[in-house]
């Protein structure tokens, strides 16, 4: 997976919302599940959301329900997720992947991009 990931280099406070982009390349976007992973420090990687190769059905991680977006822009080749109301466990890398069937299912994501370091602190 070819993917342009906003980099953040700065803190995002507590409550502040942020945006990551990932643009891809390499493989039939619109045929393609899509998903957001995270790993924090000391932790393992967890997926944080998904969306359906039509956009139809999403899924999100209890710890970012009612928080979290993730939208898809065909036309773009882009997957987004929005951020909003961000906390400090929020920080970890975050890393943008897709499968032609699903992220979420073993073995997991048959492409990933390259981590965006997310960091909420005050």
């Known amino acids: 997976l070819r993917c342009s990931c906003r980099r953040v280099g700065g803190l995002v406070e507590p409550g502040g919302s942020l945006r990551l982009s990932c643009v891809t390349s390499?493989?039939?976007?619109?045929?393609?599940?899509l998903g957001w992973f995270r790993q924090a420090p000391g932790k393992e990687r967890e997926g944080v959301s998904s969306?359906?190769?039509?956009?139809?059905?999403?899924y999100y991680a209890d710890s970012v329900k009612g928080r979290f977006t993730i939208s898809k822009d065909n036309a773009k080749n882009t997957v987004y997720l929005q951020m909003n109301s961000l906390k400090p466990e929020d920080t970890a890398v975050y890393y943008c992947?897709?499968?032609?069937?699903?992220?979420?299912?073993?073995?997991?994501?048959?492409?990933w991009g390259k981590g965006t370091q997310v960091t909420v602190s005050s």
């Open positions: 992947a897709a499968d032609p069937i699903s992220v979420r299912i073993a073995p997991g994501p048959d492409y």
């Open positions: 390499g493989f039939t976007f619109d045929d393609h599940a």
């Open positions: 969306i359906s190769s039509s956009g139809g059905v999403t």
